[in-house]
């Protein structure tokens, strides 16, 4: 890597601005712009664009010339079984319906930590099952469909 | 009197039973969560709004009102006895107060800060009964022009506000702006950013933003490192203080609530920089400063009144101009909107009763947040030794079920996933998810502002300068950002913001 000093936090920070600047930026293209009398539903969000590419400059070009913070340890664990918990979540619970996409949900979030036990990690997720089933489908009376189309017999 | 009878009228709808209960469980739930380090009011507040949905729009209000009050006080108490503050605001008050702890004096910094909050939140609660009406008073004479300059101003101070490279703060505040343009645009219906999918015709659902940056995003950080926490549990000592105690702490309190109290309004989180703040007054007047950091009773009883006289009073902008002075009270004005309300200064001429009935439970709230936060310490202590990896399971599947029922749109449940990556790399790369969700709350607002007062002035910008309350919130913005970036104050305020920290 370069000898050369740089706060390698803010320059990704910088640059991944810049990126969503261009992304916004090229979204806007499609819009009309309008006048500043009568403006098109792009005219502002392309000012906005235009304002964060800037920042995203500075910060980027300020990055080099100073030492920066580490960035520490990351949750690759946590990013891996987090995230998908409530797209699991998504994709499930008008098919499967709310009881069994929310037992899974809660079983995948369990394993982002390396101390849940496999036992554990079942008994916590049929109680949460359990108790919110009875809280907000019974209790609330929120419209889901316990169990739905793919576990019809 | 119309001020009394107007609090009359508030008690009457506060004191109704359904809504003692409503206030009730908010409190409590607000409490727990505060308690529980890991997740936050914010986080919380957005969990739980769907769940409010069912109910009417004054006791959804004010259980959500509960929640937040109730986190403040449960912050503190982990502050205490963990040396983890729950809520940043009650970061201040773990310096102090840890150290009463470990000297065995537990239970009455515990005692100093319930009081101290209570006494508080009482002057505070007066003072938005006073000062909220000749305020919407005024701002039924703003414009468009007067509404955009405002919240410009409103977005500059959160930007102030907030930690660490003011840069990287306005880079958020725009990131936001723009995030919340995603959507159909409302004076030509021209879809913008959605990328074809039709689930985000409506904008992204500001829930899912809020649980992923706030709610999932911490989740991400505890991960990190699982290590056990210490909890001071053994040594809490008799609860109520000496008379000399109660001496002591008079004038703490009462700095701390003015303090606090001007602080709160202020946009992008008052009730931190109130907690510091009073902090620094207490120990620039102490006879022995020494004392601080080391167990000064100060230390917690100014602290402590001034971030929940702050919590009270950041209520006046939500309520006079619809305008939120904080993440928690953009997801207040959220919360009004789905409930088919209008925030802003029609609120108190519309709606009465919703008014005053908010303002009345806020001193209920703290009453009861007082009689149950004492008798009840045992039992948080107990909830503070259940084990982190039990929790966030739960969490998650609570995030799940609240986000998916604001519209049962499963697009949202991924926009959760985004938002969680989003908000641990901005964590990550220290960028302040507060300035975020505020920009994300006022931008489709500052947008119509803009091009309403554009149409009215017949395109001619020189409109928000000439208008005179207009140019002067613009000016004062303008003052506000050309003062952080000045490098003596820049310097003292990365002070104050470690010295937080710590």
């Known amino acids: 890597m370069s000898t050369k000093p740089k706060d390698s936090t803010d320059l990704a920070a910088g640059l991944l601005l810049i990126a969503a600047a261009a992304f916004f930026g090229w979204q806007t293209m499609g819009l009309p712009i ?49 995230l998908p918990a409530p797209i699991f979540f998504g994709l499930t619970v008008r098919g499967l319906g709310f009881v069994p996409a929310l037992f899974f949900t809660t079983l995948i979030a369990s394993q982002a930590s390396i101390r849940m036990k496999p036992l554990h990690a079942l008994v916590l997720a049929v109680a949460v099952t359990i108790l919110s089933t009875l809280i907000f489908s019974y209790g609330l009376g929120l419209p889901f469909r316990r169990f739905g189309p793919w576990v019809q017999f | ?189 021209t879809p913008r950013f959605t990328m074809g999918i039709t689930q985000y015709a409506d904008g992204l659902n500001f829930v899912a933003l809020a649980v992923g940056v706030f709610g999932i995003a911490e989740i991400l950080r505890n991960l990190e490192d699982e290590t056990d926490r210490e909890v001071m549990t053994k040594n809490i000592n008799r609860l109520l ?134 008798p009840l310490i045992g039992l948080w202590v107990k909830l503070l030794t259940v084990p982190y990896f039990v929790l966030f399971p739960i969490i998650m599947a609570m995030c799940s079920i609240g986000v998916y029922s604001v519209a049962s749109n499963t697009f949202d449940l991924y926009a959760v996933a985004f938002f969680g990556l989003l908000g641990y790399l901005m964590s990550k790369l220290r960028c302040e998810p507060a300035p975020l969700l505020l920009g994300f709350v006022l931008g489709p607002l500052l947008e119509e ?4 007062a554009m149409i009215l002035s017949r395109g001619d910008a020189s409109t928000f300068v000439t208008r005179p309350i207009s140019a002067l919130l613009l000016l004062m913005a303008l003052g506000v950002l050309v003062l952080v970036f000045l490098p003596q104050i820049r310097k003292r305020r990365d002070e104050v913001f470690t010295e937080s920290d710590a």
């Open chain 2, 241 to 374: 203080p000496t008379r000399d105690e109660l001496r002591q702490m008079i004038g703490p309190v009462l700095r701390g609530t003015g303090v606090g109290s001007v602080l709160g309004i202020l946009p992008g989180g008052g009730a931190i920089l109130a907690s510091f703040a009073s902090y620094t007054v207490e120990k620039k007047l102490s006879k022995n400063p020494r004392e601080f950091g080391q167990g000064a009773l100060a230390g917690v009883a100014g602290p402590e009144s001034a971030n929940n006289a702050g919590a009270q009073t950041s209520f006046i902008p939500l309520l006079t101009l619809g305008i939120p002075a904080n993440p928690v009270m953009a997801l207040m004005i959220g919360a009004m909107i789905i409930q088919g309300i209008v925030p802003g200064p029609n609120v108190v001429s519309e709606q009465p009763e919703l008014f005053w009935g908010i303002i009345a439970s806020m001193w209920i709230g703290n009453l009861m947040l007082v009689v149950l936060n004492l």
């Open chain 1, 34 to 82: 309008g006048t500043s009398l009568r403006m098109g539903p792009g005219y502002f969000p392309m000012v906005l664009s235009i304002i964060l590419f800037v920042l995203g400059v500075i910060i980027t070009l300020k990055s080099f010339g100073r030492e920066g913070e580490a960035f520490g340890r990351i949750a690759w664990r946590g990013i891996l079984f987090i």
């Open chain 2, 1 to 189: 009197m119309e001020l009394f009878s107007n609090l009359a009228m508030g008690f009457s709808v506060a004191g109704s039973l359904a809504n003692l209960a409503f206030c009730l469980i908010g409190v409590l739930l607000g409490t727990l969560i505060g308690v529980l380090p890991g997740i936050g009011a914010t986080a919380t507040i957005a969990m739980l709004l769907p769940i409010t949905f069912q109910l009417e729009p004054v006791s959804s209000l004010i259980m959500l009102a509960g929640i937040y009050y109730g986190a403040q006080y449960g912050g503190s108490t982990t502050a205490i006895l963990i040396n983890m503050p729950g809520e940043s605001s009650s970061a201040v008050t773990a310096i102090d107060g840890y150290q009463m702890a470990r000297k065995g004096r537990a239970g009455t910094a515990l005692a100093v800060a319930a009081l101290g909050s209570f006494f508080a939140g009482t002057v505070s609660t007066f003072l938005v009964a006073i000062f909220a009406p000749p305020l919407t008073a005024i701002a039924l004479k703003f414009g468009a022009a007067e509404y955009f300059s405002l919240m410009v101003l409103g977005l500059v101070m959160s930007v102030a506000l907030a930690h660490g490279s003011v840069l990287k703060a306005l880079a958020m505040v725009v990131l936001g702006l723009l995030l919340g343009m995603v959507g159909t645009d409302i004076y030509t219906g």
């Open chain 2, 449 to 452: 502002n803009l091009r309403r």
